[in-house]
């Protein structure tokens, strides 16, 4: 026997602590399977965040990225994807990734006297080439794009 006492040990939580207490957990537990799902409903095939495709997938195909711009004077000039920007950047470029491609294209139709810009992928896998366009000016629309078996 001990001759310091002791605390009495504290008393248990309400249930009202504890009812928000399992919610808060049941919540967070519950957003951390809701958000990786909802990447698989994207419609972007080459964000592979979060899923074991992602972990799972070998290598890349070998792709050729090519951009060229279509200007108001009548002629058209080769871009070089690897001079414009990071080359992270040209990676996701060639993996196709939508937003990178879009903001891509969107840059360069800022470029003076720029009418059309285009991004081609030729990549050795089984969708072969993929071309994408973007119409400067202000009756451009969305991003178009165009894929063709090899």
Same mark, same amino acid.
């Given at each position: 026997?001990? !001759?310091?006492?002791?605390? +009495?040990?504290? +008393?248990?939580?309400?249930?009202?602590?504890?009812?928000?207490? !399992?919610?808060?957990?049941?919540?967070?537990?519950?957003? *951390?399977?809701?958000?990786?799902?909802?990447?698989?409903?994207? $419609?972007? +095939?080459?964000?592979?965040?979060?899923?074991?495709?992602?972990?799972?997938? *070998?290598?890349?195909?070998?792709?050729?990225?090519?951009?060229?711009?279509?200007?108001? $004077?009548? !002629?058209?000039?080769?871009?070089?994807?690897?001079?414009?920007?990071?080359?992270?950047?040209?990676?996701?470029?060639?993996?196709?990734? $939508?937003? @990178? @491609?879009?903001?891509?294209?969107?840059? *360069?139709?800022?470029?003076?006297?720029?009418?059309?810009?285009?991004?081609?992928?030729?990549?050795? $896998?089984?969708?072969? @080439?993929?071309?994408?366009?973007?119409?400067?000016?202000?009756?451009?629309?969305?991003?178009?794009?165009?894929?063709?078996?090899?």
């Amino acid at each position: 026997m001990s !001759s310091v006492p002791t605390e +009495p040990p504290p +008393p248990p939580p309400s249930p009202t602590l504890r009812r928000r207490t !399992s919610l808060f957990i049941g919540l967070f537990v519950a957003l *951390q399977f809701i958000v990786p799902l909802t990447y698989l409903v994207r $419609d972007d +095939p080459a964000d592979d965040r979060f899923t074991w495709r992602g972990a799972t997938h *070998q290598t890349n195909p070998a792709c050729e990225t090519s951009a060229t711009m279509a200007t108001v $004077d009548g !002629s058209e000039r080769a871009l070089a994807p690897e001079r414009l920007i990071h080359p992270k950047w040209v990676a996701h470029l060639e993996r196709d990734r $939508d937003a @990178v @491609v879009s903001a891509f294209l969107r840059k *360069q139709c800022e470029t003076e006297g720029a009418l059309e810009v285009t991004l081609t992928n030729a990549c050795g $896998d089984a969708e072969g @080439v993929r071309e994408y366009r973007l119409r400067c000016g202000a009756d451009r629309a969305s991003v178009s794009a165009r894929r063709a078996s090899r």
